[in-house]
């Protein structure tokens, strides 16, 4: 797998196109489909969980959970 | 204007009656007469190019070339090479919003991604291109034919000599268009039509495309453009997505020769009703379908005072001069 880094790939993908080598090209397709194989994965769904913000502290904040008001029908 | 620029018009001259149409002017005039008015006689463009519009427009023509690539004898990966270098070519001009919710997911990297991920799904396509009697491929095919009637005002003209060159006699409605594909798939033959959205390919998103226009009209015109018998519409649907993989559907609609009869018959009824607009010179508003698809361009126009409209239309949208407006005769 390419190791080719988003700050690498920005940088290719400023050069001219007409300029590009095969493996400018190659490189570019490379870090596309490692991309798809990490979404496939869930990789950014993962990532999105580890760096998940500690659960909210509502005693902090004034909050208390409640239960749902009951209405009642004559 | 020259005279060819005379014969290339899809109107009547000096008319408002069109004889050349395609999906997307008799869609527009089945939706709205007065949108249609708008769009394609007046040539009202909303101001700034559409994201949609270059994001379509530039993958049907990546996929496009991927397929000469490979029918011309290259690899996949030579092929996807040559895509992707000529792709980012194009690309250069191109720099959408991406603060916009369309700019998000339409852009020159979810493009990219989107090509690249395509070719390599279908490198080895279960519904191959149709090669043709003449051994060109089936693909990017652009259609036209005559029709066996024709407005009924036949103006003038036709004693001035400008009838157009593939015409002998009073002016026929033409029907044109373009065809992305004719393929084959479990020994059927259908037009493959490539299409791109941000929501969900499933079975109501699939659904739309029976009834539907563009797809009766590219059933026929399959049917004539390869003189064979052509069983409905692929809808090869690419959904662009963000943090999930790029997901592709392909879902089947069919038509019967009964339903393109009718289809047909109906666009008598259709054309009629146009050509009764463009004479008496009044295209009203279809009022029930404002609020379609997320809402009418000309919405904002439409439910202003008639005597102030004109004045809205100037300030959010551009009129293209009577040359660039959307003529389907002109091939792509």
Partial sequence: MSTTEPNDIDLLMSKDPLDMSEADLDAIIAYNRNQRAARESGGSRKARKDSASPPLDLAKLGLKITKPKVERRM | MDELDKVLSPFLPNTEIRFAWDSTTLGALKTCPRMYKYLYIDGWQPKGESIHLRFGIEYHKALEEYDHFKLSGDDHETALRNVVRQLLDRLRDWDPDTTSRAGQYKNPRTLLSLVIDYCDKFADDPAPTIVREDGRPATELSFRFELDWGPQTQPEYQHEGHIPEWSSGPQPYVLCGHLDRVVSYNDERFVMDRKTTTTTPGSYY???????????????????????????????????????????????????????????????????????????????????????????????????????????????????????????????
């Fill in chain 2, 206 to 332: 699939m659904d739309q495309w029976s009834p539907n226009n563009q797809m009766s009209l590219y059933t026929i015109a399959g049917q004539i453009v390869m003189n064979t018998a052509i069983r409905g519409v692929i809808i090869d649907a690419a959904q662009v997505l963000l943090e999930k993989p790029n997901n592709f559907v392909r879902g089947f609609t069919y038509r019967t020769q009964a339903q393109s009869a009718e289809w047909l018959n109906d666009l008598k009824f259709w054309l009629h009703s146009a050509e009764n607009y463009a004479t008496v010179g009044y295209w009203p508003q279809n009022d029930t379908a404002c609020n379609n698809y997320g809402g009418c361009r000309f919405r904002g126009v439409c439910s202003r005072d008639p005597s102030v409209r004109e004045r809205f239309l100037e300030a959010d949208f551009v009129k293209l001069p009577p040359d660039q407006v959307w003529n389907p005769l002109i091939p792509r």
